[in-house]
């Protein structure tokens, strides 16, 4: 089972800041990493799928890169509503798996 | 609009049985490939299930094989789990989620539920 290792654990922010998470898996995933959004007692939003595409309805400030093992999801400068918990997660080789997220909080 | 919509959830005794459900609307149910993804209180997020969209071929994870059963209904635009043997640590909302492909397991759902809670004890 491939383990995605999420860093920072928390991330204390400001709004207005640039935010930087990063997702590294223990053997190549390729570019089959995607990033979701969740909110307290909401369901996973998908941000992005395959490492760098913005799923529909997603803002620009929402970036992804990578590739291979070493992974980053760029909010470019945060917006109220952009704070929460978010998880990278492979798609490479079932089972597909999560990394343990990474929860932006306001500073 | 894109609905999915689980219920079933409740609380159950270790070793007892559950069926989820999740009715689907908005789109062609039979053309998508379909998830069951749960997440216990206060913890990330797992796949549990997948199934392809005329229900052929299903996938588990470790932790359910053998214990939990994943279907689909094409006719009725339900899917299903089956979920026997529970045991303290399947407790979690269960959520089921919708690819963003079309007809294609892209490993991306795009579209989920408010998720159902299972509580497993004695």
């Known amino acids: 089972e491939i383990v995605l290792t999420q860093s920072p654990a928390t991330l204390s922010l400001s709004p207005g800041k640039r935010a930087t998470l990063s997702c590294r898996a223990s053997q190549s995933v390729s570019i089959y990493l995607a990033w979701y959004q969740q909110k307290p007692g909401q369901a996973p939003r998908l941000l992005i799928y395959d490492a760098s595409n913005r799923a529909t309805g997603i803002p620009a400030r929402f970036s992804g890169s990578g590739s291979g093992t070493d992974f980053t999801l760029t909010l470019s400068s945060l917006e109220p509503e952009d704070f929460a918990v978010y998880y990278c997660q492979q798609r490479s080789n079932w089972p597909w798996t999560f990394g343990q997220g990474t929860k932006v909080e306001i500073k | ?122």
Not at chain 2, 87 to 100: G, H, I, S
């Open chain 2, 1 to 122: 609009e894109v609905q999915l919509v689980e219920a079933g959830g409740g609380s159950v005794q270790p070793g007892g049985s559950l069926r989820l459900s999740c009715a689907a609307s908005g789109f062609i149910f039979s053309s998508y490939w379909m998830y069951w993804v749960r997440q216990a209180p206060g913890k990330g997020l797992v796949w549990v299930s997948r199934i392809n969209n005329d229900g052929s071929s299903t996938s588990y994870a470790d932790s359910v094989k053998g214990r939990f059963t994943m279907s689909r209904d094409n006719a009725k635009n339900t899917l299903y789990l089956q979920m026997n043997s529970l045991r303290a640590e399947d407790t979690a909302v269960y959520y089921c989620a919708r690819d963003r492909s079309y007809y294609y397991d892209s490993g991306s759902p795009e579209y989920w539920g408010q998720g159902t809670l299972v509580t497993v004890s004695s």
